[in-house]
């Protein structure tokens, strides 16, 4: 056998044994809920929030979606005294739940942009951590971003918008 496809065979041998070896992505679970700044979550009457996830690393897009269920319960939310571990999440609180596949722990980027149903109002918030492989990020509200701005519908006299 001749050096030159000695080296060939090698050279595939070695990829077909590395890419057998390769690391199996773990599903994992990822829970996004926005909430207004001093206010309540952007669920479906508002249209929601668009959320993005990306690997911060490569930009690589995991998952998309819009967050919906309802802006959360007004009594619990805004006069619930809030301890350290303070969860403002109850039963149909509006989220979005994604299920990532992921091979090594990794920088998870997530956007958020609302309210949608008020694009003039929309503004944009992002965080980053890291997320490892079969590590759900789903408990208490799971991963919260917190939306500065304000939203406004004038209820007399009637606008143009529906």
Known sequence: MSSSRFHTLLAIAILVLGASLT???T??????????M?????????????????????????ASGLTSGSTGDTEHIMKTPHQR???????GSA?????????????VE????GPMANRGAANTVSSTQWVLPGKDVTGGDGWLL?????????????????
């Open 38 to 62: 001093n206010g309540k979550f952007l669920g479906t009457t508002m249209g929601g929030a668009r959320v993005i996830l990306r690997d911060a690393d490569t930009g690589r897009l995991l």
């Open 85 to 91: 571990t303070f969860t403002y999440s109850t039963e």
């Open 27 to 36: 599903p994992t679970t990822i829970t996004v809920r926005v909430m207004a």
């Open 95 to 107: 989220a979005f739940t994604a299920v990532i596949d992921i091979d090594r722990p990794t920088r």
């Open 110 to 113: 997530v956007t958020a942009t």
């Open 146 to 162: 917190e939306l500065r701005g304000f939203s406004v519908q004038v209820m007399a006299p009637a606008t143009h918008i529906k």
């Open 23 to 25: 690391a199996q992505a």
